[in-house]
Antibody, heavy 121, light 107 residues
């Protein structure tokens, strides 16, 4: 059964860069019918789509974050990563990684448990 | 960006009740509309994809309908496990967007 495990620092200082990784187990990240995405949720608020990547390297980003975000994939490690620069308190959130299934119009059918990130000095 | 407006924002219901949540899109999205359930401290869980298709393993008391701009999620015969927050999401126009959520609480 496919599982996603997110990891990364829980506390980051303002203006610094966040780096999160999502390890995929129980299946290959290199399947053509999947994208791999990130979604975040500020405390007590709703969900925001950050972006997604295909194993081929094709990426899509939310324009609201596009200048600060990058998503990469490492097929040799079966994982993908999120980078977010110039952090502010507004980036404090739980960050979820998820699989986006092309065959069901990019619905996110498998999710990681979430990584809590606090931006504070 | 496509705005998704869910109504109501919250509702109270009893075990065994049937409830319907509405999601309205700011422009037509055909049937590229998904529904998720989220419980406190957990990741969202996909319930319905492309408006009306039940995700594998999801109980049949969940159902979805709609196309274009108006969509509904119906929970029939509410069970204790169904009290949670529900989100709609569109994947027709990038960036994908979510509704603001509907919390279903126990009356």
């Amino acid at each position: 059964q496919l599982q996603l495990q997110g990891s990364g620092p829980g506390l980051v200082k303002p203006s610094e860069t966040l780096s999160l990784t999502c390890a995929v187990s129980g299946g290959s990240i290199s399947r053509s019918s999947y994208y791999w995405g990130w979604v975040r949720q500020p405390p007590g608020k709703g969900l925001e789509w950050i972006g997604q990547i295909h194993y081929s390297g094709t990426t899509y980003y939310n324009p609201s974050l596009k200048s600060r975000v990058s998503i990469s994939v490492d097929t040799s490690k079966n994982e993908f990563s999120l980078g977010l620069t110039s952090l502010t308190a507004a980036d404090t959130a739980v960050y979820f990684c998820a699989r986006c299934e092309l065959n069901i119009k990019m619905a996110m059918d498998v999710w990681g448990q979430g990584t809590t990130v606090t931006v504070s000095s | 960006d496509v705005q998704l407006t869910q109504s109501p924002s919250s509702l109270s219901a009893s075990v065994g009740d049937s409830v319907t949540i509405t999601c309205r899109a700011s422009q037509g999205i055909t049937t590229y509309l998904n529904w998720y359930q989220q419980k406190p401290g957990q990741a969202p869980k996909l319930l319905i994809y492309t408006a009306s298709n039940l995700q594998s393993g999801v109980p049949s008391r969940f159902s979805g309908r709609g196309s274009g701009t108006d969509f509904t999620l119906t929970l029939s015969s509410l069970q204790p496990d169904d009290f949670a927050t529900y989100y709609c999401q569109q994947t027709y126009f990038a960036p994908w967007t979510f509704g603001q959520g509907t919390t279903v609480e126990i009356k």
